[in-house]
């Protein structure tokens, strides 16, 4: 198994996937991840993915899954094609450090609104930026996988559940 491999299946965890019904990949690419995360899922769960380039696209819409949807839109358009709190997890390759400070900003409000009470957002990467998602997400935890090669860092960013929200919004007032 390649270091990648095992940073992927770090990602998935196929426990906590397999319990949503509603997933959203940002960035499908190859469709290597999208078909791991297909492997994971519950059998009436959806997968949206992402995808902005045209080759991509095409060889994402090769696989033969019912469950899936190519969504042929950035990523930055999410709120476009989900309503609030309509998404149960959201899995993302972007490389995040690329976009501007406001762009990852709203992508991140983005996600965070698309989430429902309870979801959660997760980011490989191989780079160390967890201000990206404080202030944003109610929880940030990170997973690092420092015998691959690069290193990568998994980043695993909750909103939290209705009732634990209201409590916090309650405590600000």
Known sequence: ???????????????????????????G????????ILDCMHENAVLYCFEIQPHLQRTLMKIDDSRIQIVKDSAFNIRRHHDKNSIDLII????????SKEQRYGLMKDCYETLSAGGQFRQLSFLFFPGYFT????????????????????????????????EQLSALQ
């Open 1 to 27: 198994m390649s270091s990648s491999e095992q940073s992927i299946n770090g990602l998935l965890d196929k426990h906590s996937v397999r319990k949503c019904r509603s997933i959203i990949e940002l960035g």
């Open 29 to 36: 690419g190859t469709g290597r991840i999208t078909r791991k």
């Open 92 to 99: 993302s390759t972007l490389p995040l450090s690329f976009f």
């Open 135 to 166: 202030g944003i997400f109610d929880d940030v935890s990170t997973r690092w996988r420092v015998i691959d090669m690069p290193p990568s860092i998994a980043y695993y960013c909750q909103k939290a559940p209705s009732y634990a929200r209201k």
